[in-house]
């Protein structure tokens, strides 16, 4: 049976106007020590209490608090459980947590789950004051920073805490799409295939860098790849039998035994997949590398290797990889036809690549100038904005120039 609140439950209402009081649900069992909070912190706040965390929880999920203010040894949740639940609806509202006894643990995992502080008891109450005002105020700032990031004006959108990140990287998994970006066969005049990239609809990540880079602190980068992988392959419709599908990995996903599972959707149309492996990131982190790569063939993917001229020392994992096909950096691409030094590189690049059996994609082509430059080097596949920008795989398979 859960306890009732002790005041009358007001509609849902959204963030308070500044200058309201600020709205504090208080949760604590004892009921002495709960009324005499109440009376001392209704002075300067709205407070609402409830005697244990599925009250708590009932509540927060149909209003909007400044703060929580939290026993931790609670009957049914505990204070930590509770924390654990407020943060998977709201990223912002600050919980302080109150205990007589804090073990390392519970304080690990409260800071974990982003509670603000600790108050342990008995505590003096213009100190809980002075929190709990603080609090309401990083509240404030909180959701206003987070309406700017959805605005897409200023803030780091990594900058909440572990379980708001986590949070937020949840809705990017659940919203993420992928869309296709042609690749052109430059002899053929053909588009010959697809990049797969992915998208996602969480405001917090609003391009794969932002994504990648929370799955990475987060140690949930083959999450990621796994999603893409499945959409990627059930998704991809081109408008021609035989084209080839580019899938970005991520290096520790070659550490993922989904990657080389038969029954994985992508496997399954292996033969026409060539898995690009950046080398802005290291590989020095994934075992076996020539093993694993080997592995990879003998399902039926072909490698490249993405961004050449952008990272690491290329060396290593032209040795370990053997890729069949390269793509270089846009970095060099971009304003080739001015600049002897880029089509010096290139050249020579392609001229290498081709005697080691490597075909070369030349990427992020934005001018006709650039277009007619790569050309005339030799690199064998196109691709850039100039050809076609990211969206579903139902370009015309001609091309124009
Ligand atoms: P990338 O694999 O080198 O992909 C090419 C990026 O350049 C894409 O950005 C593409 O939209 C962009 N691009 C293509 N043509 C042009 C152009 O002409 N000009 C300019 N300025 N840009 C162009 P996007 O989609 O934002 O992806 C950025 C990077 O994020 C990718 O670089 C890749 O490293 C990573 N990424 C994207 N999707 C995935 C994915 O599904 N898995 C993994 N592991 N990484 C991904
Ligand atoms: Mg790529
Ligand atoms: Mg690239």
Same mark, same amino acid.
């Given at each position: 049976?859960?306890?009732?609140?002790?005041?009358?439950?007001?509609?849902?209402?959204?963030?308070?106007?500044?200058?309201?009081?600020?709205?504090?649900? #208080?949760?604590?069992?004892?009921?002495?020590?709960?009324?005499?909070?109440?009376?001392? #912190?209704?002075?300067?706040?709205?407070?609402?209490?409830?005697?244990?965390? $599925?009250?708590?929880?009932?509540? #927060?999920?149909?209003?909007?608090?400044?703060?929580?203010?939290?026993?931790?040894?609670?009957?049914?949740?505990? @204070?930590?459980?509770?924390?654990?639940?407020? =943060?998977?609806?709201?990223?912002?509202?600050?919980?302080?947590?109150?205990?007589?006894?804090?073990?390392?643990?519970?304080?690990?995992?409260?800071?974990?789950?982003?509670?603000?502080?600790?108050?342990?008891?008995?505590?003096?109450?213009?100190?809980?004051?002075?929190?709990?005002?603080?609090?309401?105020?990083?509240?404030?700032?909180?959701?206003?920073?987070?309406?700017?990031?959805?605005?897409?004006?200023?803030?780091?959108?990594?900058?909440?805490?572990?379980?708001?990140?986590?949070?937020?990287?949840? =809705?990017?998994?659940?919203?993420?799409?992928?869309?296709?970006?042609?690749?052109?066969?430059?002899?053929?005049?053909?588009?010959?295939?697809?990049?797969?990239?992915?998208?996602?609809?969480?405001? $917090?990540?609003?391009?794969?860098?932002?994504?990648?880079?929370?799955?990475?602190?987060? @140690?949930?980068?083959?999450?990621?790849?796994?999603?893409?992988?499945?959409?990627?392959?059930? $998704?991809?419709?081109?408008?021609?039998?035989?084209?080839?599908?580019?899938?970005?990995?991520?290096?520790?996903?070659?550490?993922?035994?989904?990657?080389?599972?038969?029954?994985?959707?992508?496997?399954?149309?292996?033969?026409?997949?060539?898995?690009?492996?950046?080398?802005?990131?290291?590989?020095?982190?994934?075992?076996?590398?020539?093993?694993?790569?080997?592995? #990879?063939?003998?399902?039926?993917?072909?490698?490249?290797?993405?961004?050449?001229?952008?990272?690491?020392? @290329?060396?290593?994992?032209?040795?370990?990889?053997?890729?069949?096909?390269?793509?270089?950096?846009?970095?060099?691409?971009?304003?080739?036809?001015?600049?002897?030094?880029?089509?010096?590189?290139?050249?020579?690049?392609?001229?290498?690549?081709?005697?080691?059996?490597?075909?070369?994609?030349?990427? @992020?082509?934005?001018?006709?100038?650039?277009?007619?430059?790569?050309?005339?080097?030799?690199?064998?596949?196109?691709?850039?904005?100039?050809?076609?920008?990211?969206?579903?795989?139902?370009?015309?398979? $001609?091309?124009?120039?």
């Amino acid at each position: 049976m859960m306890n009732k609140p002790t005041r009358e439950l007001p509609a849902r209402r959204d963030t308070p106007a500044d200058g309201a009081r600020p709205r504090l649900l #208080l949760v604590e069992d004892e009921d002495g020590l709960r009324h005499a909070l109440v009376r001392t #912190l209704s002075e300067t706040f709205d407070v609402t209490a409830v005697s244990d965390g $599925s009250a708590a929880a009932e509540l #927060l999920v149909k209003e909007t608090y400044d703060g929580v203010l939290s026993d931790i040894g609670l009957p049914g949740m505990s @204070g930590v459980d509770l924390l654990r639940l407020v =943060r998977t609806y709201d990223l912002d509202v600050p919980v302080v947590l109150m205990t007589g006894q804090p073990s390392v643990e519970t304080a690990i995992a409260a800071l974990e789950l982003g509670a603000l502080t600790y108050v342990q008891k008995p505590f003096a109450h213009d100190v809980l004051h002075g929190t709990l005002l603080r609090a309401a105020k990083l509240a404030r700032l909180a959701r206003t920073k987070r309406e700017a990031v959805a605005a897409g004006v200023g803030g780091s959108p990594l900058a909440g805490d572990r379980a708001g990140l986590h949070t937020c990287f949840d =809705r990017a998994l659940e919203t993420l799409s992928i869309v296709f970006q042609p690749i052109v066969d430059r002899r053929a005049r053909k588009t010959m295939g697809f990049e797969a990239l992915m998208r996602t609809k969480e405001p $917090s990540m609003p391009h794969p860098g932002a994504l990648l880079e929370a799955a990475e602190r987060l @140690g949930r980068i083959q999450e990621v790849g796994r999603r893409v992988r499945e959409l990627a392959a059930t $998704s991809f419709r081109p408008p021609d039998d035989g084209m080839t599908l580019f899938v970005n990995l991520h290096p520790a996903d070659m550490l993922d035994s989904n990657l080389y599972d038969r029954h994985a959707p992508l496997t399954k149309i292996a033969d026409h997949v060539v898995l690009e492996i950046t080398e802005r990131a290291a590989l020095d982190d994934v075992t076996e590398t020539k093993h694993r790569a080997a592995e #990879l063939r003998r399902r039926g993917f072909r490698l490249a290797i993405d961004d050449l001229g952008a990272g690491y020392a @290329g060396l290593t994992s032209f040795a370990t990889l053997e890729p069949e096909v390269v793509k270089l950096d846009m970095s060099l691409i971009r304003g080739i036809e001015g600049s002897p030094v880029k089509r010096h590189i290139v050249e020579s690049m392609t001229r290498l690549c081709r005697e080691l059996d490597m075909h070369v994609v030349a990427e @992020g082509i934005e001018t006709m100038p650039e277009l007619a430059t790569v050309i005339d080097l030799g690199c064998d596949y196109l691709q850039g904005y100039l050809l076609g920008r990211p969206g579903p795989a139902l370009v015309p398979s $001609s091309q124009s120039w």
